[in-house]
């Protein structure tokens, strides 16, 4: 039997990876005023040259509201998103496993006092039916969601999970690559995830103010939050190179998060020589059996979320950025050009969502804004100029981690993402678009070989010959 993943022994989790130093970022926020123009057009023009900005920056810009400053930062984290990622977005769906959860966190629908959801753990056979849907809407990457409960056999679970997910193959596919955001682990555990040949691990702070922290998680183990903080820290020193952030904003002043984060990422880089592959940026919605879901204690609104999308993209200009289905359809398009480089469709947050295709409102983890089916999404997308990927090779080639940032500095990821977003968008119209989304993503993609250099061009009609022939899994 596996240990229970609470990640709080002396010997695999040391109780203090580091600590957020709250009392300076206030200070910084405090002093901090409308910026002077002049100001806010350097670090722009810093930030176009791709190597990153700093607290003083950030603060800066996240105090910008006059709206010709705002337009000059929005223009600015567009140029920044199509030098590093053209006009990719990577695609893929989550798989909720189990709503079980032993924590007692009041924005969540899955908290554990929540008499108004209606509780399920998938057995294998309902994660290989769920995995056969999602297989034939064309998704070829998961992210799997499981509550967090003290249970000995978690973990166990979870693997059996993922080793069933990738046995299946259904019609023209399978799944590629499986993500996870589970519960934290220990060193020893996470050693066994990684050992199941998962891509990135993923897990959210919620919220880096501990005083805010303290007051939403109640019981559990997520209300140990030194313990989520030093997660990160021991899934890479168990071999991760790939892991994902997040906050859910809403919770805390949504500035104090922005440095908390980059703090969190300075650490992780010191550390470990790079840091996470992503940063996802969920905003607290309408939960069932949540009051506070439907009344965030610091909301915020749809232009300083945006404002947020690209702060982020200039400070941190190789880290991908994901967007959820939370958010409505609109709000998603204007992120896209903002700095977004990955986005979750056709989602469902319960357990069994999409083999029964039924309202799961009393079983989902919260409420989503864009319910359009993967299809609807992928049409629009292309529609917008952007080429949807279905691209999977760097896990599966090794470019993680160091790796993976060693290429995407200098621009030479872009040899690779392009002519593979191109072959696993192809894919996708082949064998699983409907006519109209055909027609556009041919366009599309005729439109994108026609915008890149000689060579990359060359290499993506080779691919893509291959696959109009009849090949599958084709990739650099």
Same mark, same amino acid.
Request: contains cysteine.
């Given at each position: 039997?596996?240990?229970?993943?609470?990640?709080?022994?002396?010997?695999?989790?040391?109780?203090?990876?580091?600590?957020?130093?709250?009392?300076?970022?206030?200070?910084?926020?405090?002093?901090?005023?409308?910026?002077?123009?002049?100001?806010?057009?350097?670090?722009?023009?810093?930030?176009?040259?791709?190597?990153?900005?700093?607290?003083?920056?950030?603060?800066?810009?996240?105090?910008?509201?006059?709206?010709?400053?705002?337009?000059?930062?929005?223009?600015?984290?567009?140029?920044?998103?199509?030098?590093?990622?053209?006009?990719?977005?990577?695609?893929?769906?989550?798989?909720?496993?189990?709503?079980?959860?032993?924590?007692?966190?009041?924005?969540?629908?899955?908290?554990?006092?929540?008499?108004?959801?209606?509780?399920?753990?998938?057995?294998?056979?309902?994660?290989?039916?769920?995995?056969?849907v999602l297989i034939d809407q064309g998704h070829k990457r998961l992210l799997v969601v499981a509550g967090e409960t003290a249970s000995d056999a978690y973990l166990d679970g979870v693997l059996a999970a993922i080793e069933r997910i990738y046995s299946v193959r259904h019609g023209q596919g399978e799944i590629r690559r499986v993500n996870?955001?589970?519960?934290?682990?220990?060193?020893?555990?996470?050693?066994?995830?990684?050992?199941?040949?998962?891509?990135?691990?993923?897990?959210?702070?919620?919220?880096?103010?501990?005083?805010?922290?303290?007051?939403?998680?109640?019981?559990?183990?997520?209300?140990?939050?030194?313990?989520?903080?030093?997660?990160?820290?021991?899934?890479?020193? !168990?071999?991760?190179? /790939?892991?994902?952030?997040?906050?859910? @904003?809403? =919770?805390? &002043?949504? *500035?104090?998060?922005?440095?908390?984060?980059?703090?969190?990422?300075?650490?992780?880089?010191?550390?470990?020589?790079?840091?996470?592959?992503?940063?996802?940026?969920?905003?607290?919605?309408?939960?069932?059996?949540?009051?506070?879901?439907?009344?965030?204690?610091?909301?915020?609104?749809?232009?300083?979320?945006?404002?947020?999308?690209?702060?982020?993209?200039?400070?941190?200009?190789?880290?991908?950025?994901?967007?959820?289905?939370?958010?409505?359809?609109?709000?998603?398009?204007?992120?896209?050009?903002?700095?977004?480089?990955?986005?979750?469709?056709?989602?469902?947050?319960?357990?069994?969502?999409? !083999?029964?295709?039924? /309202?799961?409102?009393?079983?989902?983890? @919260?409420? =989503?804004? &864009?319910? *359009?089916?993967?299809?609807?999404?992928?049409?629009?997308?292309?529609?917008?100029?952007?080429?949807?990927?279905?691209?999977?090779?760097?896990?599966?080639?090794?470019?993680?981690?160091?790796?993976?940032?060693?290429?995407?500095?200098?621009?030479?990821i872009k040899r690779h993402c392009d002519p593979n977003a191109l072959s696993t968008f192809l894919e996708y119209l082949l064998d699983y678009a409907s006519p109209d989304t055909l027609a556009r993503g041919e366009d599309a993609i005729r439109r994108q070989l026609d915008d890149m250099d000689p060579a990359a061009r060359r290499r993506?009609?080779?691919?893509?010959?291959?696959?109009?022939?009849?090949?599958?899994?084709?990739?650099?």
């Open positions: 039997m596996s240990a229970a993943p609470h990640g709080r022994s002396s010997k695999t989790a040391p109780r203090k990876e580091f600590a957020v130093r709250a009392d300076l970022i206030r200070s910084v926020l405090r002093d901090r005023r409308a910026p002077d123009p002049a100001r806010v057009r350097d670090i722009l023009a810093k930030a176009g040259e791709l190597h990153g900005l700093g607290w003083d920056d950030v603060a800066a810009l996240s105090a910008v509201t006059d709206p010709a400053l705002l337009q000059s930062l929005f223009d600015a984290a567009r140029r920044v998103k199509e030098t590093i990622y053209g006009r990719r977005l990577v695609l893929f769906a989550p798989l909720y496993i189990s709503n079980l959860c032993h924590n007692e966190c009041l924005y969540c629908a899955f908290r554990s006092r929540n008499r108004s959801l209606r509780r399920r753990s998938l057995t294998l056979d309902e994660v290989e039916r769920e995995t056969r996870v955001n589970i519960a934290p682990l220990t060193v020893d555990q996470f050693r066994r995830l990684l050992a199941a040949h998962i891509g990135t691990y993923q897990l959210f702070q919620e919220t880096y103010d501990r005083e805010v922290y303290e007051r939403v998680h109640l019981r559990g183990q997520k209300a140990d939050y030194e313990g989520r903080l030093g997660a990160m820290d021991r899934a890479m020193e !168990a071999g991760f190179g /790939d892991v994902g952030i997040g906050v859910l @904003f809403g =919770l805390a &002043d949504w *500035r104090f998060e922005l440095l908390a984060v980059l703090e969190h990422i300075a650490h992780l880089e010191k550390k470990f020589g790079v840091g996470p592959h992503t940063i996802s940026v969920p905003r607290l919605e309408p939960a069932v059996g949540s009051a506070m879901s439907a009344n965030p204690p610091t909301p915020v609104s749809d232009a300083d979320f945006l404002k947020i999308v690209a702060i982020l993209r200039l400070a941190v200009p190789y880290t991908g950025l994901i967007m959820s289905t939370r958010e409505s359809p609109e709000v998603r398009r204007q992120t896209f050009a903002l700095g977004v480089s990955q986005i979750s469709a056709g989602s469902r947050t319960n357990p069994g969502g999409y !083999a029964e295709n039924a /309202d799961g409102a009393d079983a989902e983890q @919260f409420s =989503l804004g &864009d319910h *359009r089916p993967l299809d609807e999404v992928i049409r629009d997308i292309a529609g917008l100029g952007y080429v949807p990927s279905f691209c999977t090779a760097c896990y599966r080639l090794g470019r993680t981690g160091r790796d993976f940032m060693d290429l995407a500095k200098p621009g030479d993506a009609e080779t691919m893509i010959s291959k696959v109009r022939s009849g090949r599958r899994d084709v990739f650099c």
